[in-house]
């Protein structure tokens, strides 16, 4: 998956695309797990701070569904 973050202060922010798997989601503290590929450690994501998410349907195993 590829996912669109905003980073840094809120006058200079820039966008970053992060590739790899989304693990999990806390609705209770609007985070979102994201485990990077190439080995990369696991990391937080605030839902605020999401841009996009996209998949990759050649990816996606059967009966999957997209994100």
């Given at each position: 998956?590829?996912?669109?973050v905003?980073?840094?202060?809120?006058?200079?922010?820039?966008l970053?695309?992060?590739?790899?798997?989304?693990?999990s989601?806390e609705?209770?503290t609007?985070?979102?797990g994201?485990?990077?590929?190439?080995g990369?450690?696991?990391?937080?994501?605030?839902?605020?701070?999401?841009?996009?998410?996209?998949?990759?349907?050649?990816r996606?195993s059967a009966?999957?569904?997209?994100?």
């Amino acid at each position: 998956m590829g996912l669109d973050v905003e980073c840094g202060r809120r006058d200079e922010t820039v966008l970053h695309r992060l590739c790899g798997t989304v693990t999990s989601y806390e609705p209770g503290t609007g985070q979102v797990g994201f485990s990077p590929t190439g080995g990369h450690p696991a990391n937080s994501v605030p839902v605020h701070r999401i841009v996009a998410l996209s998949g990759d349907r050649q990816r996606r195993s059967a009966g999957q569904v997209p994100a």
